[in-house]
């Protein structure tokens, strides 16, 4: 289902870039405004329909992972060891402390902080 989903998209954008690219040489201008709106509009439509699936898998993989007992000792390690590797380079408790809670889990997808 993804694989077809963004094989639209790549059509789309490859058929809309081709019939740009197959006008004689002399004829050979810029797309108009109205033009590139259009190619932009049919590209942005096929990805909507690939963005929402791919979305969901992400956040199903990220929800399995989180559920296994295994991952939150890896990300307990995680923390200790940034904690005392922070004690270790000179921050005192109360700034490692500060600095590990605000640092956030490794994760596939950016924080947003």
Do not use: C, D
Request: proline share 8%.
């Amino acid at each position: 289902m993804k694989l077809k989903s963004i094989s639209a998209v790549l059509a789309v954008a490859t058929t809309a870039t081709t019939a740009l690219a197959q006008q004689p040489p002399a004829a050979q201008q810029p797309p108009s405004q109205e033009q590139m709106k259009q190619i932009m509009q049919a590209t942005m439509g096929a990805m909507v329909s690939v963005m929402g699936p791919m979305t969901e898998a992400v956040i199903e993989a990220q929800l399995n992972a989180a559920a296994k007992p295994e991952t939150a000792s890896r990300l307990a390690a995680f923390k200790r060891n940034l904690f005392l590797a922070l004690l270790k380079q000179g921050f005192t408790e109360q700034q490692a402390l500060q600095i590990t809670v605000s640092t956030p889990a490794p994760s596939a997808t950016p924080s947003g902080k």
